[in-house]
């Protein structure tokens, strides 16, 4: 599975982004698939997460009721909607597509889009 990350760019503080990640190759239905983002100087660290038909998502913390995670099969695509965006959520944004393990562990991801990034300016 390739994966192509879109939809990263420069935003306020308060504002919303559409992540995109779409994939080819294969179909993306039978994997779940995730976010990660790597901000400056830091590790990556897990963002949300859904299983492979939609009906779980799981969210960090620091954007649980901010983001939303969605997937379209028939576009092959798993989105990121963004909203109310901080500065602290600055970073490139990985999408990743895994077959088992854990959803909050990046070792457990198979594929990696090559990132988009996100800047909030204050």
């Known amino acids: 599975v390739q994966l192509q990350a879109s939809g990263g760019g420069l935003v306020q503080a308060g504002g919303s982004l559409r992540l995109s990640c779409a994939a080819s190759?294969?179909?993306?239905?039978?994997?779940?698939a995730g976010w990660f983002r790597q901000a400056p100087g830091k590790e990556r660290e897990f963002v949300a997460a859904?299983?492979?038909?939609?009906?779980?998502?799981y969210y960090a913390d620091s954007v649980k009721g901010r983001f939303t995670i969605s997937r379209d099969s028939a576009k092959n695509t798993v989105y990121l909607q963004m909203n109310s965006l901080k500065p602290e959520d600055t970073a490139v944004y990985y999408c990743?597509?895994?077959?088992?393990?854990?959803?909050?562990?990046?070792?457990?991801?198979?594929?990696w889009g090559q990132g988009t990034e996100v800047t909030v300016s204050s």
């Open positions: 990743g597509a895994r077959y088992s393990g854990s959803y909050y562990a990046i070792s457990d991801y198979r594929y």
């Open positions: 859904i299983n492979w038909n939609g009906g779980s998502t």
């Open positions: 190759g294969r179909t993306l239905s039978t994997y779940a």
